[in-house]
């Protein structure tokens, strides 16, 4: 299937999408993406399948043709606004096939982080988890960053 990170909290999460259209060109002969590079280039959307995966009721899954610092600190005062109406968010990587589709539970890796001490860094490497890069290749990972 695929991989999805999703933003999840107790109360509903807003949308977001660019304020406008931005070029989109992939080179896979160079590996490369160009996106424009603009901080308001991705999209937060509904998604409806968060309680499969963690004990939140509300969730909005990243859009993100690719990483940058701006971004990243766009997403953190969205959470930081999203942390004015719950005690905590989470931002999970995950794998989407589910985990009832192994043998076994997903590894999961969770750590705890105060809004005030989140950085972009903390984003990117949430964001750019690798599910399947592990020694037990029938299960995956999934990563949980809840910021409280």
Not at 6 to 24: G, H, K, R, S, W
Not at 51 to 60: A, F, Q, S
Not at 68 to 74: D, F, V
Request: aromatic content about 14%.
């Amino acid at each position: 299937m695929s991989q999805c990170i999703f933003i999840a909290a107790d109360t509903p999460l807003p949308e977001v999408t660019p304020p406008q259209d931005y070029p989109l060109h992939i080179d896979l002969d160079a590996g490369t993406i160009f996106d424009g590079g603009a901080d308001d280039n991705y999209f937060l959307l509904p998604f409806d399948e968060v309680d499969l995966y963690c004990e939140k009721k509300y969730g909005v899954y990243l859009e993100l043709p690719q990483f940058t610092n701006g971004r990243a600190e766009q997403m953190i005062a969205y959470i930081r606004t999203a942390l004015m109406q719950s005690d905590s968010v989470e931002i999970w990587n995950v794998w989407l096939s589910g985990y009832w589709e192994f043998d076994d539970r997903p590894h999961i890796c969770k750590r705890t982080v105060p809004i005030d001490e989140l950085t972009a860094e903390d984003i990117k490497e949430i964001v750019q988890a690798e599910n399947w890069d592990n020694k037990d290749k029938n299960r995956p990972w999934f990563y949980c960053l809840e910021i409280i």
